[in-house]
């Protein structure tokens, strides 16, 4: 009986971890995609000394959470979101405006795409 209890105790709690990674993923997908539609609606109105600091703003933020994201994300989408979010500081400064509007959507595909392979559904279980 003691074996049950300390199995469900144990279960119980690495389904309670699992939970919480989740939606701190979630909230931590949806603040980083919030902040980069800030980006994009300054660069989209030209107001480019705005977007670099916002930019700033966005690739401090990811700092912080790329090494906390590190010990429960496949190490890969991580490393996406960081390759393609390095680009974008050098785009913003040196006022390449197409290229950093490209670079920013690759940022928020590859957000959205490491939200999407954690996330628990059917075709992640397949």
């Known amino acids: 009986m003691k074996r049950l209890i300390a199995a469900m105790i144990i279960a119980l709690s690495m389904i309670s971890l699992a939970a919480w990674l989740l ?3 979630k909230n931590t997908k949806d603040e980083l995609l919030g902040s980069l539609d800030l980006v ?3 660069a989209n109105t030209e107001d480019y000394e ?3 600091q916002l ?3 966005f690739l401090e933020r990811w700092n912080a959470e790329e090494d906390r994201l590190m010990m429960f994300v496949a190490h890969t989408h991580v490393d996406n979101v960081s390759t393609a979010a390095s680009r974008l500081a050098a785009l ?4 390449d405006i ?3 509007m490209s ?3 690759q940022v928020y595909q590859a957000i959205e795409h490491l ?3 954690e996330a628990p559904s059917f075709d992640n279980m397949l």
């Open 23 to 25: 939606y701190d993923l």
């Open 40 to 42: 994009y609606e300054a």
């Open 50 to 52: 705005r977007a670099a």
């Open 55 to 57: 930019t700033d703003q």
């Open 92 to 95: 913003i400064k040196y006022r």
């Open 98 to 100: 197409p290229d950093y």
């Open 103 to 105: 670079q920013l959507r």
């Open 115 to 117: 939200w999407r392979a």
